[in-house]
T-cell receptor
Framework: GAGVSQSPSNKVTEKGKDVELRCDPI?????LYWYRQRLGQGLEFLIY????????KSGLPSDRFSAERTGESVSTLTIQRTQQEDSAVYLC?????????????FGSGTQLSVL | QKEVEQNSGPLSVPEGAIASLNCTYS??????FFWYRQYSGKSPELIMS????GDKEDGRFTAQLNKASQYVSLLIRDSQPSDSATYLC???????????FGRGTSLIVHP
């Protein structure tokens, strides 16, 4: 596609429910990143996928968070048993490759609100 | 822990002035540095990248890198109200390709 696509754009859920967020990267981009941005804060790294390599999960805050990616295509971020502190904008980005000089292209994000 | 530090601001400058945004990083192994602009309620978009010591100019924007001092800056000349946004500095750590982002500096350009 023309850009990184994320869905849903907004998600309101009740505490304890599971949510699934979707990211469709730019076609041909091999690297995909998930970040979280709490209100007024910077970007917090969650997970990184590069081609067929094992994902870097070092940023996932707890075992309630998991993510998958199908090949070099769509990725889903799943949050189980959501908590109020999970409320944030979840941003997905992709880059052409996974090198140190790669430029990230961001999607419009999913605003998650946990009541 | 590898860190990228920015003053959160807000930095307020009059229209037409030069805005100077600063960033320091802790990992001497970092090789590339990026400035992203984020308008309120929007996603970050890349505006500049720099890899070598010195200055890099692109239109009204100049990025400056000093690896010895572990310091990156972004200068915006002839600032416009449309430049009002949060500017995020990012750098991959030396052992990783994953950019670490600073908290961002809020810039306000007033007419």
């Amino acid at each position: 596609g023309a850009g990184v696509s994320q869905s849903p754009s907004n998600k309101v859920t009740e505490k304890g429910k599971d949510v699934e967020l979707r990211c469709d990267p730019i076609s041909g981009h091999t690297a995909l990143y998930w970040y979280r941005q709490r209100l007024g804060q910077g970007l917090e790294f969650l997970i990184y996928f590069q081609g067929n390599s094992a994902p870097d999960k070092s940023g996932l805050p707890s075992d309630r968070f998991s993510a998958e990616r199908t090949g070099e295509s769509v990725s889903t971020l799943t949050i189980q048993r959501t908590q109020q502190e999970d409320s944030a904008v979840y941003l997905c980005a992709s880059s052409l490759g996974g090198g140190f000089n790669e430029k990230l292209f961001f999607g419009s994000g999913t605003q998650l609100s946990v009541l | 822990q590898k860190e990228v530090e920015q003053n959160s601001g807000p930095l307020s400058v009059p229209e037409g002035a030069i805005a100077s945004l600063n960033c320091t990083y802790s990992d001497r192994g970092s090789q590339s540095f990026f400035w992203y602009r984020q308008y309120s309620g929007k996603s970050p978009e890349l505006i500049m990248s720099i890899y070598s010591n010195g200055d890099k100019e692109d239109g009204r924007f100049t990025a400056q890198l000093n690896k010895a001092s572990q310091y990156v800056s972004l200068l915006i000349r002839d600032s416009q109200p449309s430049d009002s946004a949060t500017y995020l500095c990012a750098a991959p750590s030396g052992g990783s390709y994953i950019p670490t982002f600073g908290r961002g500096t809020s810039l306000i350009v007033h007419p």
